[in-house]
């Protein structure tokens, strides 16, 4: 993922899918400086993904946001009684349509960070419906590791989404080199393994067995078929 | 078409002086303003209605609009909006009908389902079900209005057996309803369902989702038949603030528009403009502002501006209503009636236009839908 630009693609821009049937994993990343170990780590997982779904014969597109970018969106429609602005809209379209998501954040005060918990607040409830995502986060020191099962996993758990087993955390020694640096590496390809799996499996669902897959709500504008109206009324009538 | 102000009663400080009026005060000016809009040939005035601080729009709008009927003699008189979900829908029956008659036919409403959580267990109701009880006590007040004995069984309200409404609509005619909702599409199928007017309060929210509910109602009115889409009945909000130049006019309005309740303290004043239909400048761009709302909702019937909120002081709100009744709506009138086709209404329904419509008006229906019914049964049963 060397290539990998960094800043977020734009939100239209064609699909960089490697054909029609590609599946899509966006990754969002929520640290706040340039260059971001937030982002280091968030690319090291995109890339193993990537390599994963592809070892398993299936073409993957990946897209890569930095919430930053959309940190005055989200706070526009926090201090607006929830008006959503065009390009937060569809950065949420994006998110709902995905069939994996890989999440990543600086560990801020002992949890994820405010612009990363801005942007699960402006999700719809059931945009995550059974999507699988893979949890990562980073912090100075390892004493932080517990983030992930005490602050991310209830978070996504709560969104109806399907969480990898394997939480990928990363301090800042990990980036070095020994064993720290080895444990990250073999971590990241454990939890990519997992996605790929869910990514490739098109859920958690068998084939023939239960019911199919869940239908996300990306909450933006209204939906296009209504419930009737009688439906609604229930059997009330008059003359 | 009909132009008029919609006004929330908030009662809040002055950003420039500190001063914050009294309720008693607040009360008032709403009476002066509703007086200078019929002075000035507005069409309309619209309540809300309210059952907290900061604000002191009535918790029953026919007391403040039946004080207004008897001050004014041409003024339509309407809510924005009356609580559909926690209201009695009995009460609701009796006091409009109580208002049409003192004001002579002069008063509609508009039914909402509030914006304050805690309304719903002040009144014994639970707020997840707040579309249900929409639905339910709507088509209650309908029947209510229609039928001169009503036998009544629903989930929300105690039974009624041989119950009639006192005093019963004015000619027989019950009032012209209006729904109101920013986002909530089931609101836009009621309305559309019964042929009612739908309104959107095109301030809070940028234009295309306010495009998207107008044409959500427009496509199920004609579903139901009862015309085509571009005939439905629509109203829109909108907020404006004028002076003689646009920085004069954004040097007045800045402190007000940044301590405002709900968007203060968020959004500057510029992107507020550019995301939503707030228009801050001469009256000319609120001209050429206003008249592109038909362009996204499609020729409509009636336009409420929001003037008073935000502790603007009165004497302004009144010379803003002025340049309204002067400057803006004498144009705005010229300009949508020559876009509108012919085939489609300038005015909403009046009581007027409903009484000449005689006994076999589908406005005296209780359902007055013509088509798209049977698809709707086909579709409980699968």
Known sequence: MRSTPRSSPPLRSSDTSRGPHARRVVVLSAGLSQPSSTRLLADQLAGAVDAEISARGEAVAIQTYELREFAVDLATMMATAGMPTARLDELRRVVAAADGLIVVTPVFAASYSGVFKMFCDALDPHALDGMPVLIAATAGTPRHALVLDHAMRPLFSHLHAVVMPTGVFAATEDFGGGAAGRQLSSRVARAAAELATQVVSGGVSVAGFTPPAPTRDAGVGIPAEVTPFSVLLGGHTGS | ?382
């Open chain 2, 1 to 382: 078409m009909q132009f008029g102000v919609f006004t929330i009663g908030d009662v809040t400080q002055d950003p420039t002086t500190g001063r914050t009026v009294s309720e008693a005060q607040r009360v008032q000016s709403m009476i002066a303003i509703a007086v200078k809009a019929e002075e000035v040939g507005l069409d309309v005035f619209a309540t809300g209605e309210h059952h907290n601080p900061p604000f002191v729009a009535p918790a029953n709008p026919p007391i403040l609009l039946g004080n207004i009927a008897a001050r004014t003699t041409r003024l339509h008189l309407s809510t924005a909006t009356t609580l559909i979900t926690t209201n009695d829908p009995v009460r609701l029956a009796e006091d409009y009908a109580y208002l049409q008659h003192l004001s002579g036919g002069r008063a509609d409403l508009m039914l909402g389902r509030g914006n304050t959580g805690p309304v719903y267990p002040w009144f014994g109701k639970d707020i997840r079900k707040g579309i249900p009880l929409a639905v339910e006590n709507y088509h209650l007040l309908r029947r209510l209005w229609r039928e001169q004995s009503v036998d009544w069984e629903g989930e929300f309200r105690t039974a009624l057996h041989g119950f009639t409404v006192s005093p019963g609509p004015l000619d027989g005619v019950p009032p012209f309803v209006w729904h109101g909702s920013i986002r909530s599409p089931e609101v836009a199928e009621q309305a559309a369902f019964y042929g009612d007017g739908f309104f959107h309060n095109n301030i809070f929210w940028n234009k295309e989702h306010t495009e998207a509910m107008v044409r959500l109602y427009r496509r199920r009115f004609e579903h139901y038949g009862h015309g085509a889409a571009e005939q439905a009945i629509v109203g829109l909000g909108g907020q404006v603030f004028m002076a003689d130049t646009e920085a004069e006019a954004k040097r007045i309005f800045r402190p007000y528009f940044d301590n405002a309740p709900v968007y203060g303290h968020g959004p500057s004043l510029e992107s507020f403009t550019r995301d939503t239909p707030l228009t801050v400048g001469t009256p000319e761009q609120v001209i050429e502002r206003t008249l592109g709302f038909a362009d996204y909702a499609g020729d409509y019937q009636r336009q409420l501006f929001l003037v008073d909120h935000a502790g603007m002081p009165l004497p302004a709100v009144l010379e803003q209503i002025e340049i309204l009744g002067t400057q803006v709506v004498p144009v705005l009138r010229r300009e949508f009636e020559a876009r509108r086709p012919e085939h489609v209404p300038s005015d909403p329904p009046t009581h007027a236009s409903l009484v000449a419509q005689g006994p076999d008006s589908p406005h005296l229906k209780v359902i007055s839908a013509t088509a798209g019914l049977e698809t709707a049964a086909q579709e409980v049963t699968r």
